[in-house]
């Protein structure tokens, strides 16, 4: 079992910058790709960013160049660096992760954030 809490969201101007975390806890031996979503009001969930093992990142088209992810050396922690925002990145943000042997998806409870002059 796997507990992921999410940490930094808040209210920030347009163009300014927020950091991202989610740490992971519980009973595992090894996580696989960590990954940050985000929902915004009325829409669906979708990708922003992940990360694999090997430290191999992907990002959704819209983020690109403005958010960076990043995963600690023990591999249980998990950013997002946010800069450039921009009001249409206004979301909750929910990090996710799979157990590495098992393939078990495990989701955070989100943390919001607010993109608002």
């Known amino acids: 079992q796997v507990q992921l809490v999410e940490s930094g969201g808040g209210l920030v101007q347009p163009g300014g910058s927020l950091r991202l975390s989610c740490v992971a806890s519980?009973?595992?031996?090894?996580?696989?790709?960590m990954a940050w979503h985000r929902q915004a009001p009325g829409k669906l969930r979708e990708l922003v960013a992940e990360?694999?093992?090997?430290?191999?990142?992907n990002y959704a088209d819209s983020v690109k160049g403005r958010f960076t992810i990043a995963r600690d050396s023990t591999e249980n922690t998990v950013y997002l660096q946010m800069n450039s925002l921009k009001q249409e990145d206004t979301a909750v943000y929910y990090c996710?992760?799979?157990?590495?042997?098992?393939?078990?998806?495990?989701w955070g409870q989100g943390t919001q954030v607010t993109v608002s002059s």
């Open positions: 990360i694999s093992r090997d430290g191999d990142t």
């Open positions: 519980g009973r595992f031996f090894r996580l696989g790709t």
């Open positions: 996710r992760t799979i157990d590495y042997f098992t393939s078990t998806p495990y």
